[in-house]
């Protein structure tokens, strides 16, 4: 299946520089969103950093899907599954060697959404607490969960989703990338329908922004993807753009 996408990220109203960074390549299939933390500069080279491996392993594993090196090969997952693990695994494993070669640099991270669009299938890998979305006939699902503080509690019945969206420790995340030398991949595959919808994006949107309005958007401007996404960004930013915000919307014809 071929597909169309468009991406926007904006440094929001709060913030002096941008920490995203984000991925399209419509030939390959490939979207990435990533949003770095650890200060300016640090946030920033941890998230460009995690995009460029990724990009880079995937185009290198190309030729041979089930090349997953330096890391095993996972035989309950599909070849999009692995390839996808591998090389969010590897971003991470490149940032944890910034880091150790670069004081200044100590303590970065970024969380990372990943998806590859490969016939009909989408397969989305994700860390932290940057978001894939699925927008079909009318409806929109959340195809990632949280790795924060807050979500793990409203997950174990300890905390109201109400409780947890005021909550001061709403943006401690609980696993991000370079944030240990072993990484844990959250993995999902969803078959794609023509008319389909999917959005990567930070949670400078998905905080700002109720998910009954992401869709309202998507379904007004769909249309014109460069458009949905200019909306998606201004509206996070009239909620108050607390963070940087960045959408990248894909669209099965």
């Known amino acids: 299946m071929k597909v169309i996408a468009a991406g926007l990220t904006d440094v929001g109203r709060k913030r002096q520089g941008n920490e995203d960074f984000f991925h399209i390549d419509t030939d390959r299939g490939l979207f990435i969103v990533a949003d770095g933390m650890g200060g300016h500069v640090a946030g920033e080279v941890a998230s460009k950093l995690a995009v460029q491996t990724i990009e880079e392993f995937m185009r290198v594993s190309d030729s041979d ?33 910034h880091m150790q070669s670069r004081e200044e640099h100590r303590g970065m991270g970024t969380t990372v ?60 995340l609980t696993r ?20 389909d919808f999917v959005l990567l994006c930070s949670d400078g949107l998905s905080s700002m922004v109720e998910d009954a309005d992401i869709l309202k958007v998507v379904q007004e401007k769909g249309a014109s993807l460069e458009e949905a996404c200019r909306s998606l960004v201004a509206l996070a930013n009239e909620h108050g753009g607390w963070d940087n915000v960045t959408a990248v919307l894909i669209h099965a014809p």
């Not at 998806?115 to 890998?125: I, K, P």
């Not at 079909?136 to 409203?154: A, C, M, P, Y």
């Not at 991000?176 to 008319?195: F, M, Q, R, Y």
């Open 113 to 172: 959404v990943t998806a590859v669009v490969a016939d009909d299938a989408c397969y989305v890998g994700h860390v932290g607490d940057s978001r894939a979305y699925l927008i079909r006939e009318g409806s929109i699902e959340q195809l990632t969960r949280d790795h924060t503080f807050v979500n793990e509690q409203v997950e174990k019945g300890f905390m109201s989703k109400a409780e947890a969206d005021r909550h001061p420790a709403r943006n401690i």
């Open 65 to 97: 899907s089930e090349i997953t090196w330096p890391f095993e090969f996972d035989e309950s997952l599909s070849q999009g599954g692995n390839r996808i693990q591998a090389a969010i695994q590897l971003a991470n494993r490149e940032i944890v060697r």
């Open 176 to 195: 991000a990338v370079g944030s240990a030398e072993d990484l844990t991949v959250d993995l999902s595959e969803t078959h794609l329908k023509p008319g």
